[in-house]
């Protein structure tokens, strides 16, 4: 059965990255969790999406220029009303490990970034710090994947992380998300998929619709595919005909829901 990743947690219905989107996502049934990874102005991987805080909470400005405590006291504002308490990396690492059951941790490494690659450095320290094995990428029963959609972010961690645990994020619509970086990294993030430089591939959902034959190929060629972000029912039935492995969504359960109960 193809596996769902929480985004952000159940971020449809609480707080994306809040400590209760991401206990929904347990609570749903979830084969993993998503998050994207930024540093407070005191040097902590925090669970964030944005380079500022203004969309997602009650705060304004760069992330990177909050303390961790400034960010630990904004109002999260999300589905199912606001909530307190940002988590920390080492935090939402530490509710995965309690689920007691395996699951995958999908961390992202957003850019561009003021910080250079310490954001990589952080994540890495913080995963050895709770004993995880680069060579097998496991963390007691989770199973850590590291991803970007800078090339410039997974050359970095790929002097420490094995290609079969670094997973290069897509797009075809460079225009459109700042995260995608420029027209060359965008290109070179296509070379790395195609050349099986990292042993993942997350494509957007528009690839799927408008490239289905790349990713017909990668799977083909053996690399993991993780598609993002699958909330309806006919979108997952189109990456399951394909043979995609794994799917992130908003709402897991939901989402497992109207597959199982999909003809």
């Given at each position: 059965?193809?596996?769902?990743?929480?985004?952000?947690?159940a971020?449809?219905?609480?707080?994306?990255?809040?400590?209760?989107?991401?206990?929904?996502?347990?609570?749903?049934?979830?084969?993993?969790?998503?998050?994207?990874?930024?540093?407070?102005?005191?040097?902590?991987a925090v669970?964030?999406?944005?380079?500022?805080?203004?969309?997602?909470?009650?705060?304004?400005?760069?992330?990177?220029?909050?303390?961790?405590?400034?960010?630990?006291?904004l109002?999260l504002?999300?589905?199912?009303?606001?909530?307190?308490?940002?988590?920390?990396?080492r935090?939402?690492?530490?509710?995965?490990?309690?689920?007691?059951?395996?699951?995958?941790?999908?961390?992202?490494?957003?850019?561009?970034?003021?910080?250079?690659?310490?954001?990589?450095?952080?994540?890495?320290?913080?995963?050895?710090?709770?004993?995880?094995?680069?060579?097998?990428?496991?963390?007691?029963?989770?199973r850590?994947?590291l991803?970007?959609?800078?090339?410039?972010?997974?050359?970095?961690?790929?002097?420490?992380?094995?290609?079969?645990?670094?997973?290069?994020?897509?797009?075809?619509?460079?225009?459109?998300?700042?995260?995608?970086?420029?027209?060359?990294?965008?290109?070179?993030?296509?070379?790395?998929?195609?050349?099986?430089?990292?042993?993942?591939?997350?494509?957007?959902?528009?690839?799927?619709?408008?490239?289905?034959?790349?990713?017909?190929?990668?799977?083909?060629?053996?690399?993991?595919?993780?598609?993002?972000?699958?909330?309806?029912?006919?979108?997952?039935?189109?990456?399951?005909?394909?043979?995609?492995?794994?799917?992130?969504?908003d709402?897991?359960?939901?989402?497992?829901?109207?597959?199982?109960?999909?003809?």
């Amino acid at each position: 059965m193809t596996r769902l990743v929480a985004h952000r947690g159940a971020s449809a219905l609480e707080p994306e990255h809040s400590r209760a989107a991401y206990e929904r996502a347990l609570a749903d049934g979830a084969d993993g969790l998503e998050c994207d990874v930024r540093l407070t102005a005191d040097g902590v991987a925090v669970c964030w999406h944005d380079a500022t805080l203004d969309r997602t909470s009650d705060g304004r400005g760069p992330v990177h220029e909050a303390t961790l405590a400034q960010v630990r006291a904004l109002a999260l504002r999300g589905p199912g009303g606001d909530a307190r308490g940002a988590l920390t990396l080492r935090e939402l690492l530490g509710l995965a490990l309690g689920a007691g059951r395996p699951l995958t941790v999908a961390i992202e490494l957003k850019h561009p970034a003021p910080y250079g690659w310490a954001a990589e450095d952080a994540v890495l320290a913080e995963l050895d710090a709770l004993g995880w094995d680069p060579a097998s990428g496991a963390l007691g029963d989770l199973r850590i994947s590291l991803m970007s959609f800078h090339p410039g972010a997974l050359a970095h961690l790929a002097r420490r992380v094995p290609a079969a645990h670094l997973m290069v994020l897509l797009d075809d619509a460079p225009g459109a998300d700042p995260d995608l970086g420029s027209a060359a990294d965008v290109a070179e993030a296509w070379r790395l998929a195609d050349a099986g430089i990292v042993g993942g591939v997350g494509p957007g959902l528009g690839v799927v619709r408008r490239r289905p034959e790349r990713v017909a190929a990668w799977l083909a060629a053996g690399r993991l595919v993780r598609v993002w972000t699958v909330n309806a029912a006919g979108d997952a039935a189109a990456c399951l005909a394909l043979g995609v492995p794994e799917l992130t969504t908003d709402d897991p359960g939901g989402l497992r829901a109207a597959l199982s109960a999909a003809p």
